[in-house]
């Protein structure tokens, strides 16, 4: 799959139901048919949109973890809790499922946001707030993640 871009503005409605920018449903239209799996983020207060091709290569990377380990089993039970299968409707709408709009404190006001090649759901204050905090020390993180890096297309 391509990877994705952007990062837009949206409103969900009172059923949880975020009709998705119109960019976005360009880059998955490739992909729409297929559905979609949506699930916690590890790290945030978001959602993370996965398309079906991406989540099941993500699942065969976690279904190779020896399950006779108990910190696999933890991690699996933890990473998978709450994934749901959701698909979008003729219109372009997304229904979240209540359980994942409360888990991401969602509102009226969202942010659907690419991050390569899954989107990412937030709630649009908290999605301000962990860019704000984000960009206090950005710059050492982008050192220690890319800085190793003696490639001279990243600039």
Same mark, same amino acid.
């Given at each position: 799959?391509?990877?994705?871009?952007?990062?837009?503005?949206?409103?969900?409605? /009172?059923?949880?139901?975020?009709?998705?920018?119109?960019?976005?449903?360009?880059?998955?239209?490739?992909?729409?048919? !297929?559905?979609?799996?949506?699930?916690?983020?590890?790290? !945030?207060?978001?959602?993370?949109?996965?398309? %079906?091709?991406?989540?099941?290569?993500?699942?065969?990377?976690?279904?190779?973890? $020896?399950?006779? !380990?108990?910190?696999? $089993?933890?991690? #699996?039970?933890?990473?998978?809790?709450?994934?749901? /299968?959701?698909?979008?409707? #003729?219109?372009?709408?997304?229904?979240?499922?209540?359980?994942? %709009?409360?888990?991401?404190?969602?509102?009226?006001?969202? %942010?659907?946001?690419?991050?390569?090649?899954?989107?990412?759901?937030?709630?649009?204050?908290?999605?301000?707030?962990?860019?704000?905090?984000? /960009?206090?020390?950005?710059?050492?993180?982008?050192?220690? %993640?890319?800085?190793?890096?003696?490639?001279? /297309?990243?600039?």
């Amino acid at each position: 799959m391509q990877h994705l871009i952007g990062t837009y503005e949206c409103k969900a409605d /009172t059923k949880g139901r975020i009709l998705m920018p119109i960019a976005i449903k360009k880059q998955l239209s490739s992909v729409i048919t !297929n559905g979609f799996v949506l699930k916690r983020s590890v790290f !945030n207060s978001c959602l993370e949109l996965y398309p %079906v091709k991406e989540w099941i290569l993500l699942m065969e990377k976690i279904n190779s973890l $020896n399950r006779f !380990n108990k910190k696999n $089993n933890d991690f #699996i039970r933890r990473f998978t809790a709450g994934v749901k /299968t959701v698909e979008m409707d #003729i219109s372009g709408r997304l229904l979240i499922p209540k359980d994942l %709009v409360k888990h991401a404190q969602i509102g009226k006001e969202i %942010v659907v946001s690419s991050a390569v090649n899954i989107l990412e759901i937030w709630d649009k204050s908290l999605y301000e707030k962990a860019i704000d905090e984000a /960009t206090l020390d950005f710059g050492a993180l982008a050192e220690e %993640v890319m800085g190793d890096k003696n490639d001279d /297309t990243i600039s």
